[in-house]
Structures are given as C-alpha cells and as structure tokens.
C-alpha cells in the first residue's frame, strides 16, 4: 500500500510548450510510470512537480549537493603552480610553518575552482549548465592536510525562454573537517535541457 498520493487533478492535458500536463505538472513518462514507482521514486517525482509550479523546468529547488576535498602539500603546491600563484604560503613549507598559520595553505582559487567546477559537474549529468555569475568570499585560510566538504543548495529557478533554460540562483560554501566553515559562496547559472544526439 503506498502513503504518496498520485498529483492528478482530472485536467489531463500535455502542454506542448513545457511538455508536462496542465493539471499536475508532470512528464507522460512519469505519468505513465506513476503506478510502478515505489514511493520514494514518487516523492521523488513530486519534488520535481513542487519546482515546476515555482517556474523551473529544469532544476529541483531546494535541490542539494555536496563533494569532498582533500588537500595534500603536494596538490596545494601543484595547483598553485598550474595558476602561477608565486605566494611562499603555497609552496615553501619552511616560510609557511614560519608564518602565523604554521603550515602551507591553499591558494584561495583551489578551493573556489573545485566549489564552482561542483556546479557543472553535478548538472551536466542531464542537462546543459553554463556559469553566469559567482561570489566567493573566504573566511579562513584552507590548510595543507584539510579536507573540505563543499556543498551548494539551490535557492530559485525559473524558466527563461531567452535562454531556453532555468536561470537558477544557489547558494554554497565549504567547510573543513572540524566544521569550520572556510568558504561562503552565491551563484546564477542557466541550466539548459540537454539536446539529444543527431
């Protein structure tokens, strides 16, 4: 017996401009799936109905994710090469131990390249993301040895025609292993439906 009541609402009607039904908003292959679903492919499919009524078509508000990082002197002093970051914190463990954090720390676009890189890799799984806009403000100095959980929540979307995707606003940061957090982070990005192979 299942606790998820289906979202049907007797207007069954597929609008071709959105391709979801006029009444509950869902896809005909999730309608036509529905009594299969158990119930969490359902609550699944429910949250997916809830950011259509708020306007995406796309993207999952309230929608969540996280990765870890682990830095090691190695990639710290490897990364801050790669961008031609030249400060000693990053890359002489003598002068880094000498200074007021007491080993290397991280060049502050390491942890923002991955934070932001997080973001394409989550949603390019089924669609088309493209950047449009970041803040990043950094709150602690990131440490040789720390490991980082990064996360991002998305905050709103809504469908824009223009851009023939969610123009979805998330906000985000990083925090390292003793939950302090090192990373405070907003973004907008357009997350397109993926075009399917000719």
């Not at 299969?36 to 929608?63: F, M, N, P, T, W």
């Not at 000498?98 to 390249?113: N, V, Y």
């Not at 709103?156 to 090192?182: F, I, Y």
């Amino acid at each position: 017996m299942t606790d998820v009541a289906s979202p049907c609402v007797d207007v069954c009607r597929m609008n071709p401009e959105t391709g979801f039904c006029d009444g509950c908003l869902r896809t005909i292959d999730e309608i036509a799936a529905w009594a299969a679903c158990d119930d969490e492919e359902k609550r699944a499919v429910l949250a997916r109905v809830e950011s259509r009524r708020q306007g995406a078509r796309v993207v999952i508000v309230g929608e969540t994710f996280e990765a870890a990082l682990a830095l090691p002197p190695e990639s710290i002093k490897h990364f801050a090469t790669l961008v031609n970051d030249l400060n000693p914190l990053h890359h002489d463990d003598a002068y880094a131990r000498a200074s007021r954090f007491g080993s290397l720390i991280a060049s502050g676009t390491q942890p923002t390249a991955h934070l932001m890189a997080m973001l394409a890799a989550h949603f390019s799984r089924d669609a088309q993301p493209l950047g449009l806009e970041f803040g990043i403000r950094l709150t602690r100095a990131v440490k040789a040895h720390d490991v980082l959980t990064m996360f991002w929540r998305v905050t709103e979307a809504k469908w824009k025609a223009s851009l023939n995707g969610d123009l979805v606003k998330l906000e985000g940061g990083a925090r390292n292993q003793l939950g302090e957090t090192v990373m405070k982070a907003t973004a907008t990005i357009v997350v397109m439906p993926k075009e399917p192979r000719a």
